[in-house]
């Protein structure tokens, strides 16, 4: 799941790039308000009805059912709720374009969310290799025709019609894939199910609208601060440094839940301390190379109307670190049946974030903003974690040891990075070939640093991988001698 979602992402990551070429920042900032009116809408009436399915469903039809048809139910009143309001929202949030993109950016909500149920089985099913393509194939789908219509002359309504291509696939796909009697099995809808559901859901609900409240609100802050030319400089800068954190960090999540499902509970404390350390180890070089990288990697890219995005991307890179362990921690006490500690947890983020942001912003400007970010990030993680180590004993001194000795490791390699930038490569006139020296440098220097400063959890990562390459040796063996 981690590499082929990272390997669509870049592709992404390389049609932004090319995009920015026939968008200006305004544009972007335009259609972002509407994506975030319309992802806003989709998670305030989503009751966790994926959630519900892989952890609640199993062998069970009538579950699956239930669901579905209230998932469809909440899905056309959020969907009628954003038409009739188009208007007055977008003059609420200083957007007064967002009438025009929203009604096709509703189609894709529509898609998105009957997609949710066939793609609840496939991970309830542990079908994460069905599930990483499919979200692969219709990334790169968004990614195709988000160019071409850009090129072609269509300025905004490229990325709503993007969108739409995106989920329309991701629906055939999965609902191809998965056998339909697993997805859409009539039964009698009856109270005592639907009660069980919602008590499920509820919290969880107003858990995951909070927090996407809390990744993408941060962004309406900006905008009433600083107008719309300044949301798209932000927004794109905030999409480049969560990459490694959405890419290696949510697919981390997106398998632990299931996996932690079906574990005792002792198991599952010593399995969720392992995996953030397995996540620290891939994900904080990353983010700490990418904010190390920035500026060189903004000359080399984005023309000038972008290089704003230089500063603002070497922050929000900085402070994503922090994020996957908010995201595991999540998906921990979800699967661990405390839904209403996720509720609590995501509610306060909210608060956190936004007033953060917005106060760090309106007396510092952009960069107080991005700072705001890094602040509610730390906040969802440690309460998060304490969550789970006040109600469950999840070992909250050693989880924290070993990722401050990771980040260590990420600071040495961001420091030589940055001092190879000072001395040698600010002074070359390719700016690819300086992004490209500074990036081998920080691979050669992360390895002895982490060593160094994460001896056991290095260690354990190698023995880890030789184990597993062992283990596919020998079911290669088994199956030679059958």
């Not at 969550?387 to 030589?416: C, F, S, T």
Request: glycine residues 8%.
């Amino acid at each position: 799941m981690v590499v082929t979602r990272l390997g669509a992402r870049l592709v992404g990551l390389l049609g932004t790039l090319v995009i920015t070429r026939f968008l200006s920042p305004e544009v972007m900032g335009e259609v972002g308000v509407a994506v975030v009116a319309v992802l806003t809408a989709q998670f305030a009436s989503d009751f966790a009805f994926g959630q519900y399915i892989v952890v609640k469903s199993k062998d069970d039809p009538g579950a699956v059912f239930h669901a579905f048809f209230f998932n469809l139910i909440s899905t056309i009143l959020a969907a009628a709720t954003l038409l009739l309001l188009a208007g007055p929202l977008g003059d609420l949030l200083g957007a007064e374009e967002m009438e025009r993109y929203l009604p096709v950016m509703v189609l894709s909500m529509v898609f998105e969310r009957i997609a949710r149920i066939p793609e609840s089985i496939a991970l309830r099913e542990l079908r994460f290799k069905l599930f990483s393509v499919a979200s692969a194939v219709s990334e790169m789908a968004y990614v195709g025709v988000s160019l071409g219509m850009a090129a072609a002359g269509y300025g905004g309504d490229s990325i709503v019609w993007a969108n739409v291509a995106q989920y329309g696939i991701r629906f055939l796909w999965l609902g191809g894939a998965v056998e339909r009697s697993l997805w859409f099995h009539p039964v009698r809808i009856t109270w005592r199910q639907t009660k069980e559901m919602f008590r499920f859901g509820i919290p969880l609900a107003v858990g995951n609208v909070a927090h996407y409240c809390s990744t993408s609100w941060d962004r309406l802050v900006v905008t009433k601060l600083f107008g719309t030319s300044v949301h798209g400089v932000y927004a794109l800068s905030k999409s480049l440094s969560s990459v490694p954190a959405d890419n290696i960090g949510d697919a981390v999540a997106d398998v632990l839940m299931p996996s932690f499902v079906r574990m005792g509970p002792e198991e599952a404390r010593v399995a969720v301390v392992r995996a953030c350390h397995l996540v620290a180890v891939v994900v904080y070089p990353m983010a700490a190379g990418l904010a190390a990288v920035s500026p060189t990697l903004v000359a080399a890219l984005f023309n000038a109307e972008w290089a704003g995005i230089a500063t603002p991307l070497t922050i929000l890179a900085a402070v994503s670190l922090i994020d996957p362990l908010g995201d595991t921690m999540a998906s921990y006490l979800k699967a661990r049946d405390m839904p209403w500690a996720v509720m609590v947890v995501q509610i306060s983020y909210l608060g956190v974030i936004l007033g953060s942001t917005f106060v760090l912003g309106y007396y510092y400007g952009l960069y107080g903003s991005c700072f705001g970010v890094g602040v509610g990030m730390l906040y969802r993680a440690l309460a998060a974690l304490y969550a789970a180590h006040y109600y469950d004993q999840v070992r909250m001194g050693e989880m924290l040891l070993g990722l401050v000795r990771v980040a260590l490791a990420a600071a040495l390699m961001a420091g030589a990075v940055v001092g190879v930038r000072i001395l040698f490569t600010s002074s070359l006139e390719s700016p690819a070939l300086a992004l490209c020296i500074e990036i081998a440098i920080g691979g050669i220097a992360y390895i002895p640093a982490v060593f160094l400063c994460a001896t056991p959890i290095a260690k354990g990562v190698v023995t880890w991988i030789r184990d597993r390459r062992a283990g596919i040796h020998d079911d290669d063996d088994d199956d030679d001698s059958e």
